[in-house]
């Protein structure tokens, strides 16, 4: 076992995105947090990355994920970027309380570390570069829940506390929240470019993601064609970002550009909530008074913020008739794409056109009642699994408690039993029980946890993150952190400062 005094383990430092230039970004030093400590570590995460076994023994670690000492090599920085904000230009923002440590070579490929809450940087604006502890608790067990759930998402390697307070709506504790992803590239880097009238620059950066985060288009020839390619790749894959987030009723809350990542993982975690009833006009966010990002608008959304994507990237077209083309295929790809994740949710090979009627019936029936979301699919998971054994349409009884409408219920019921009796009914439930969690982060579970962590215990992080992590098994003993949310869930309130 290594000591303490052992030198702190080196990691070899690189940054393709420092190689860009000063037009990017700006060095920055992080500022100190007083008495810091952990508050959570993401154990599998760091194997992952190949980080050394007492990394989290040496004390130089801890002090570096607080921001309070550089680690040998890593030289930090914050990028610009500009977006939209609520639908509506918001100029230049950049990362006002994010540092990128630089990159790593890991056995995950590479990785940029970012510490989330260092402190102040030049495109802080009138913000302290701050997170608080709360804020933090929720992206650390957002971003593991969601890598669980196998949704593309940036991950969370630790979370460090500090006393030092800020002030929000209250004065809370500070915490630092160590970000990972391949790239924290966003829309908004782009548009910043596009919006001022730096072609050399923006060409720059996509001729940068590109070569480093989709080489694939380095075969298609240099030029027009290939940026627009690159459009497609990322409409693509946030078409299927979207589609797993509407079938597992996670509601992000602040889709603005500058929350888009390139990449199409689930960046920014904010103001989010995982649907406790199903509610397709829910507003997780208190400051969206609007419902800009309602739950069922998030689709739309996304589309309208890859249009903004591709006005960004038209002066390296120079098409636009080509971008509209491209970005159109969105109108077809995410209805397929979210066609397949239900298809899964019902324990379906695929989604016929026929079946429209039955998946929208079942919606219609969660709607109507608020039917907890999570709750009802998994309830059904189990009930086609003890149904594909016995037959008898009580293995579905569980699923009918939840609705105060039986009638509407055993229509659908009768329906349904029609369309999977063309399945493997074996097959349909293992499908069902892995597409359908037993556990998400619920805004009381989250709550919950936060407010023992306040006071200094942090065994309720952890044991929702070990949960979460592994959000499809069943995990007996732990049957209340998969059961209805209390009454006091719906006055929760969750608001973009954090
Ligand atoms: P968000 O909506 O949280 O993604 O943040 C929008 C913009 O505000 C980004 O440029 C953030 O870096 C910046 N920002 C948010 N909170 C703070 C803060 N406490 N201090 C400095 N900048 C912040
Ligand atoms: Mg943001």
Redesign the pocket.
């Known amino acids: 076992m290594p000591s303490l005094a052992d030198p702190l383990p080196q990691l070899a430092w690189r940054n393709r995105f420092a190689a860009l230039g000063p037009s990017f970004h700006t060095s920055v030093s992080a500022t100190p947090l007083r008495d810091v400590h952990w508050v959570g570590r993401n154990d599998s995460l760091a194997k992952g990355l190949g980080l050394p076994d007492h990394w989290w023994q040496e004390p130089a670690v801890l002090q570096a994920l607080a921001g309070n000492l550089v680690l040998p090599g890593s030289q930090p920085l914050a990028s610009v970027y500009s977006g939209h904000?609520f639908g509506v230009w918001a100029g230049q923002?950049?990362?006002?309380?994010?540092l990128c440590l630089g990159e790593i070579d890991t056995p995950m490929g590479p990785q940029e570390l970012q510490l989330k809450g260092a402190g102040?940087t030049p495109?802080?604006?009138m913000?302290?570069?701050?997170?608080v502890l709360r804020s933090s608790i929720r992206e650390f067990l957002c971003s593991e829940a969601m890598h669980g759930l196998g949704i593309p998402t940036t991950r969370a390697l630790a979370i460090v506390g500090s006393p030092d307070k800020v002030l929000r709506e209250e004065l809370e504790t500070a915490a630092v929240v160590t970000r990972v992803a391949p790239s924290f590239l966003r829309f908004g880097h782009f548009e910043h470019f596009a919006a001022s009238g730096r072609h050399e620059e923006l060409k720059q950066l996509a001729d940068f993601a590109i070569t480093h985060h989709f080489p694939e288009l380095l075969a298609t020839p240099e030029g027009a064609k290939r940026y627009l390619a690159m459009l497609g790749i990322v409409m693509h894959s946030t078409a299927s970002l979207m589609a797993q987030w509407q079938s597992v009723g996670f509601c992000h809350g602040?889709m603005?550009t500058?929350?888009m990542s390139l990449l199409s993982l689930t960046i920014?975690y904010?103001p989010f909530q995982f649907l406790d009833g199903f509610d397709p006009a829910h507003i997780c966010n208190h400051s969206d008074q609007q419902g800009r990002y309602a739950f069922a608008r998030q689709p739309q959304v996304a589309f309208w913020n890859l249009y903004c994507l591709g006005q960004a990237l038209l002066p390296l077209i120079q098409d636009q008739d080509a971008v509209v083309q491209v970005l159109d295929g969105f109108k077809t790809l995410y209805p397929q794409q979210l066609d397949r994740r239900i298809a899964a949710k019902l324990g379906l090979d695929e989604v016929q056109a026929s079946d429209h009627g039955l998946i929208d019936a079942a919606f219609r029936l969660l709607a109507t009642e608020r039917t907890d979301h999570t709750i009802f699919w998994r309830r059904l998971s189990h009930a086609v699994a003890s149904y594909a054994h016995t037959l008898e349409v009580q293995a579905f009884a569980a699923v009918g408690d939840l609705f105060i409408e039986a009638s509407a219920w055993q229509a659908w019921l009768g329906l349904y039993l029609e369309r999977i009796a063309q399945q493997d009914l074996a097959q349909a439930a293992v499908r069902m029980l892995r597409s359908n969690p037993k556990f998400v982060l619920r805004n009381h579970l989250g709550e919950q946890a936060i407010a023992q962590a306040k006071i200094g215990d942090f065994s309720g992080v952890s044991t929702l993150f070990e949960l979460l992590s592994a959000p499809f098994d069943e995990h007996p003993g732990f049957e209340s952190f998969a059961a209805f949310p209390p009454d006091w869930a719906s006055t929760i309130s969750i608001s973009?400062s954090?």
Do not use: E, F, M, P
């Open positions: 904000q923002l950049g990362d006002g309380r994010a102040a495109y802080s604006r913000g302290d570069g701050r997170a602040v603005n500058d929350n920014d904010g973009c954090s």
